[in-house]
Structures are given as structure tokens and as C-alpha cells.
């Protein structure tokens, strides 16, 4: 019996045994076996403010790293409160898990009123989750922990909720489980890609749509496009896979109408691990004429709104790695007319900017014009990100955070230190409207005891910009978008931050290199010229 550990100390330590490093989350009494295994046992405890802020961070460093992010809550209000996060990362297809305390498991369903009772934890999240599941014995763990990690790896990544009443944390096992790696992701059938390069060589206008689902085939589809002469457009979750800055490459900006007019000129349309969802052009069906070439991990993606003429269920990767191969020795004739038309496009795109929008890309290029090109950039729902998915150009995969599917406000500042705190060997910047940041604005607490150097840009435009723009272009009056603002500088301060106000975009460069060096976070004001 000496060495016997608790359930709950023992599920850290498995934790552990899956590669986790770090845990995101607030204590509380019903998680107390969980904590014997924290700090001591491999797994390192970040204590955030609230648990939407536990869940956003584990979010930030899933987007980060393609890697599991953990969050740790209580049962009841823990659990409501992270579900929002869950229910990004469903949307964006991201390996978060979520683990819980629940009260004990003689109680669940019973409606006795015990402390943070929910009838049914599981039910809550099952809608938001690919798996959600509770542990009413000690030796359900492993099992459960393993079909977990099968769901957050072993396919299209989706949340998971695992929940463990308190009675089956306290139960003494010997602790000795093993992780189970999920089996491998499946490659593409060689006849099919065979087809699919056929189809691309016959192309004369040929497409190329990203999604995040392709970020493992940066090379591979950069090497793609050129041999082909295809014109790249990717999904925010997307950008970057293929350097935005790249000749080809018209970044994420399904959004724009200059764009959506181009997408009907394409022939043969290659999609790959992206949903084609209107999230992201915000029009109901795109003009997609082509044949399409679908590449998912997903079969149910293949034949949904955009039907494939060829549809190949593997991972992206390993697909993108055969059909370049392929195309090796094929250079289209068609690159250079591409090019240009990109080249036009942008042009196109830059003289139709608002003047809103004109404010945001001339930040935007000056924090560029300054930050490594490695940054990753967390950002909010917000105009200034909206703009940036199209007219900020990032050089790889994992740089651009926006939640254009759930479009959930307040993730960008915890995604940035869950981003910072998995990557820190990255430069990590904070983009958020003064809106959002007030949904989690206490976890610059947390980034403050964390120290990290960590610049947070806030957009401040008085109040809720795109739903005031909206009520005015449909004349409803303006109802709850115009509240009043703290004083962010000195609200930074009481949070152990730097900060201060910039007023001009040489303001903001200056404050955001000195930023990417200081020993604790820093919130640089920029306000929104009303005359535009």
C-alpha cells in the first residue's frame, strides 16, 4: 500500500506519460487530489483568473504548437466557464482537453444539491467536444485518458472533456499506466493522387485554398503552387502555410469581393484541410466553378457544401508530399499571368480599403516593418485582425490567431500567453480590440507573474466598432456599443504591467521593440482617428 498514489495524482503523472508539460487552471476543493500531482510531478500548474482564461490559454498553445493543451477546473461554474474555449476549439479544429473535477459520482443525476452540482457534466459539453466522458472508477481512467488522446491526435483534432468525480480521484492505485499512442494518420491512395495531379497539369487557372489542417505541407504546397502557376487563398486558419508574401499568394482574404470575383475564374480548385466554411468569405456559397480537388483528414468534409471531383481522405501532410512529388517536374506555363493577377488583386484590394481600414494597415505594416519575422500574432475579433487576415503578410504556419469560426471575444490576450508560454523561444504579440480585452482582461495578472515579454496592442476605437457599424448600415439605432473605457495605462499598472498611450505609428514601433524585451508585459494604447 506505500506505493499506492491517488487517482488523481496518478492521472497527472499519466498526463505526463502523453507528453504534457503544463496545465492551465485555478485550484479549488474539488481538485485537491489533482494538485498532489502538479508542480512535483512533470506537469507545471499555471494559476490563471478565470477558467475561461485556463481554457483560452490551452487554446493559444494548441494554435501555437499542433500539441494537446491542458486545462485543469472544478466541477459546476469551472467547467461552464471554460466552455467557451472548447467550443473555439471545436470550431478551428484545435487538440485542447479539458480536465475536471466532478462531485461524486454516487450524487451525479440526483439532484440532491450537492456543491457545484450540474445534473450531468458530460452533457454540457458533449455539443462542444469529439469526446466528452466520466470516469466513475479509478480504472476507467487510463482507458478514457487513451480514447482521449486517440480523438485529439489520432484524426481531425477536436476537444475533449474528461470529467473525474472527487470520490474516484481519492481511490489509491498504484499509478502504473501506460499511454497509448493513437495509430498513425492514414496517407493518401497513390491512384488518387495520381488523378489529382493530372488534373492540375491540365489546369489553366488552377486555385489553391488552405486551411489549417494543411499546416504540416508548408514546402509541399508552396512547391505546389509554383509548378502549377497556382494563385493561393487561404482561410485564417490557413494563412501563412504558403508565405503570404509569397507572388502567389493572396493571404486570407476570402472576405474581400476582389477576391471572391477571382474564385470563379478557377478551373481546378485544390482544398486542402479546410472546411471552404463561410466563416471565413462571410458570403453564403462562394463561386467555386472548378473542379475540385478535396484533401481532408475528414471523410465528412469531401462531399459537404462543395462537392469533390476528387476527394482524398488523408492526412495533409503526407498527401501534399506525394502529389509534389508528382508535380515535380511540371512548371505550368500560367505562373507568370497568376502573378500578375495577384499583383492586381492586392492593388485592387488596397484602393477599396475604408478609411478604418486604411488606419489599421498603416499600424499594421509599421509593427510589421519591426517585429521578427517568426512572430506569432494573437488576435482578437476585432477590426484591426479582421484587416490583418488579408493585409498583414505572415511567413509561416501557426503565426496568425484568429477565431473567425466561433469568433468568440476576449481569447487573443490568454492565447498570447499560452502561445508564449509554449513557444518561448518566439516573439508573441497581443492584437485586441478595447472591447474584447475586457472580457479577460485580469489574466495580465497572469502574464505578469509569468513575466513574459509579451506586447499587448489594443485597438481603441470607443466600444464595440463593427456592431456600431452594423447597426448603422441597416439604421438601427445604437443600443449597448458605446460604453465608456477604463483608463487601460493605468490599469495596466495595477496589473503589474507596463503601458502606456501611442499616437502615431513611429510611437507604436518604438514601444513594441522595446516591448518584445521587457521583464513583464506591456499594453500599448493606439486609438482609432475618428475622421479616419
Known amino acids: 500500500m506505500s506505493n499506492q498514489i491517488t487517482c488523481g495524482e496518478a492521472t497527472m503523472n499519466l498526463l505526463a506519460r502523453y507528453g504534457v508539460t503544463t496545465v492551465f487552471g485555478i485550484p479549488g476543493v474539488h481538485t485537491l487530489d489533482f494538485c498532489r500531482g502538479l508542480d512535483n510531478g512533470g506537469v507545471r500548474h499555471v ?50 482537453l479539458l480536465i475536471s473535477a466532478e462531485a461524486a459520482s454516487n450524487t451525479i443525476g440526483k439532484g440532491w444539491g450537492v456543491l457545484h452540482e450540474v445534473t450531468e457534466q458530460k452533457k454540457v459539453t458533449e455539443p462542444l467536444t469529439g469526446y466528452s466522458a466520466t470516469a466513475y472508477r479509478a480504472a476507467d481512467v487510463p482507458e478514457i485518458m487513451a480514447r482521449a488522446f486517440a480523438v485529439l491526435k489520432g484524426g481531425r483534432p477536436r476537444p475533449v472533456h474528461i470529467s473525474i468525480p472527487i470520490d474516484v480521484q481519492a481511490e489509491m492505485v498504484d499509478g502504473d499506466w501506460r499511454a497509448l499512442m493513437p ?66 499568394s493572396l493571404s486570407a482574404s476570402t472576405v474581400r469581393p476582389e477576391v471572391q470575383a477571382l474564385l470563379g475564374e478557377a478551373d481546378v480548385i485544390l482544398a486542402v484541410g479546410t472546411e471552404l466554411a463561410e466563416t471565413d468569405s462571410f458570403v453564403e456559397r462562394m463561386d467555386l466553378n472548378g473542379k475540385i480537388i478535396r484533401v481532408d483528414i475528414d471523410p465528412s468534409k469531401i462531399n459537404d457544401f462543395y462537392p469533390a471531383e476528387i476527394g482524398i481522405v488523408a492526412d495533409a501532410a503526407l498527401a501534399m508530399t506525394v502529389l509534389a512529388a508528382e508535380l515535380a517536374d511540371h512548371r505550368s506555363e500560367n505562373r507568370a499571368a497568376a502573378e500578375a493577377r495577384v499583383t492586381a488583386v492586392r492593388a485592387e484590394i488596397a484602393g477599396n480599403l475604408t ?176 475622421e479616419g
Open 355 to 530: 478609411g478604418s481600414e486604411r488606419q489599421h494597415v498603416a499600424l499594421l505594416d509599421g509593427l510589421r516593418a519591426v517585429a521578427p519575422e517568426n512572430t506569432i500574432w494573437s488576435g482578437d475579433s476585432c477590426q484591426l485582425v479582421y484587416t490583418g487576415a488579408f493585409a498583414m503578410d505572415v511567413t509561416g504556419p501557426r503565426q496568425w490567431f484568429y477565431p473567425a469560426g466561433y469568433c468568440a471575444l476576449g481569447n487573443a490576450l490568454p492565447n498570447g500567453i499560452g502561445a508564449k508560454m509554449a513557444r518561448p523561444d518566439r516573439p508573441v504579440a497581443v492584437l485586441a480590440g478595447d472591447g474584447g480585452f475586457m472580457f479577460t482582461m485580469p489574466e495580465l495578472v497572469t502574464a505578469a507573474e509569468e513575466k513574459l515579454a509579451l506586447p499587448i496592442i489594443i485597438w481603441e476605437n470607443g466600444g464595440l466598432k463593427q456592431i456600431q457599424d452594423d447597426m448603422d448600415r441597416v439604421s438601427c439605432d445604437r443600443v449597448g456599443v458605446e460604453g465608456i473605457n477604463p483608463d487601460f495605462v493605468m490599469l495596466a499598472k495595477a496589473c503589474h504591467c507596463h503601458g502606456l498611450e501611442v499616437s502615431t505609428v513611429e510611437e507604436a514601433q518604438g514601444a513594441f521593440v522595446a516591448a518584445l524585451s521587457a521583464d513583464r508585459p506591456t499594453v500599448i494604447v493606439f486609438h482609432e482617428s475618428p
Open 47 to 96: 494559476q490563471t483568473r478565470n477558467e475561461q482564461g485556463a481554457g483560452f490559454m490551452a487554446e493559444g498553445w494548441a494554435r501555437a504548437t499542433g500539441e494537446v493543451g491542458v486545462a485543469l477546473v472544478i466541477s459546476g461554474p469551472g467547467v461552464t466557464n471554460a466552455t467557451t474555449a472548447l467550443g473555439q476549439c471545436y470550431a478551428d479544429s484545435l487538440p485542447m
Open 183 to 248: 495509430a498513425d494518420l492514414p496517407p493518401a491512395a497513390e491512384s488518387q493522387i495520381a488523378q489529382a495531379a493530372a488534373l492540375l497539369k491540365s489546369a489553366k487557372n488552377p486555385l489553391i485554398m488552405t486551411g489549417g489542417g494543411a499546416s504540416g505541407a508548408c514546402v509541399e504546397l508552396t512547391a505546389i503552387a509554383e509548378a502549377t502557376g497556382a494563385i493561393v487563398v487561404a482561410s485564417t486558419a490557413g494563412k501563412g502555410i504558403v508565405p503570404d508574401n509569397h507572388p502567389l
